[in-house]
């Protein structure tokens, strides 16, 4: 179930409840006869059933939280104006906190966050949200531990996700505990989406962040990089391939985007790193090489140094959790 409020940001809402609805298609389709496995419902926190996105959208949810019944598996929050203006009725907010008791799993999309601290279901609790609003989350949940670098946290059954489409990356992560990571790919891959992205990656990507840079040269020049990971990219390489002088682009690019080539290049193949890492099974020899590193010592120096963790502990512990959504899944059939 997806709860909603007055001005709800609406990628937070029709996004993540997009990936299920498709689960479900493709799992139906795979197993016919079989029936639906999610079945997704809206309901809002306000007095009636319609209400306006921000966008200006009319939407008419199924019902009201006061008209809900029955069992309810997973329930997520998705952010917007009444939310985040502290604007909901405290009727609702009661609502929630009572009814969380007896539900599976409890999650927030975006500032949705601001309606769990409230009810106080983030006490105790390791939590994010879009990072232009953790400073607010940590004044309304001063006891939660708010996080403003991955795109969703898990803390046992509560869910905070980042910044609206990282609501989809959540909903991804949901579908997997629940039938696997085969599924979860599919959908994935049939939205389009780039890339089915991890918990704890960061709201502030490499690849994202060349993309704020006004400069076309250096916004093209992400794309060739990932290509060329492979390839010693020097200062020299990258400037004759935007067409610079070695010293002019340093300069540039350091000015743009406040870290120096070396690093940027650094960050963008520990990233394609974590990919691989996630989604393959190839030894880390071909994935040091693959990457750029030159060798897997050198590719756990970086590890070690950016991301607290050794490649090979990563990939266990990536590994352990599709395991544990495997068993879960074979269970619940």
Not at 73 to 101: F, H, M, S, Y
Not at 237 to 254: G, I, Q
Request: charged share 25%.
């Amino acid at each position: 179930m997806f709860v909603a409020g007055s001005g709800v940001e609406i990628l937070d809402l029709v996004g993540p409840l997009q990936v299920f609805a498709r689960a479900s298609e493709i799992h139906t389709g795979e197993n016919l006869g079989s029936p639906p496995i999610y079945s997704v419902e809206v309901a809002t926190i306000s007095s009636g059933r319609s209400l306006i996105a921000n966008c200006g959208l009319r939407i008419t949810a199924d019902r009201t939280f006061r008209e809900v019944r029955g069992k309810i598996d997973t329930l997520l929050v998705a952010g917007g104006d009444a939310i985040e203006q502290n604007e909901v009725n405290p009727e609702a907010v009661r609502w929630l906190k009572r009814i969380a008791r007896r539900i599976r799993r409890v999650g927030s999309v975006c500032t949705g966050a601001m309606l769990l601290a409230r009810a106080g279901l983030l006490d105790g609790r390791r939590a994010t949200t879009h990072w232009n609003w953790c400073q607010t989350l940590i004044k309304r949940a001063p006891r939660a531990r708010v996080d403003a670098d991955p795109i969703f946290v898990r803390d046992e059954n509560i869910y905070t996700s980042a910044g609206v489409t990282a609501g989809m990356d959540l909903a991804l992560a949901l579908v997997e505990e629940d039938y696997g990571s085969r599924l979860a790919l599919q959908v994935a891959r049939n939205l389009v989406l780039y890339l089915r992205r991890p918990g704890g990656q960061s709201q502030f990507s490499a690849a994202l962040s060349l993309q704020l840079t006004d400069r076309k040269p250096l916004r093209e020049l992400e794309a060739w990089v990932l290509d060329n990971l492979q390839k010693p990219l020097t200062v020299p390489l990258l400037a004759e391939r935007v067409a610079m002088s070695p010293r002019n682009f340093a300069r540039v690019f350091t000015k743009e985007m406040k870290t120096t080539p070396a690093k940027f290049v650094e960050h963008l193949r520990v990233e394609a790193a974590r990919r691989r890492l996630e989604e393959s099974h190839n030894s880390m020899e071909t994935i040091a090489g693959e990457c750029g590193f030159g060798n897997v010592n050198s590719m756990r120096n970086v590890f070690q140094r950016t991301l607290k963790i050794a490649p090979g502990q990563y990939r266990r512990h990536f590994r352990h959790t599709r395991h544990s959504s495997d068993i879960n899944r074979k269970r619940k059939g």
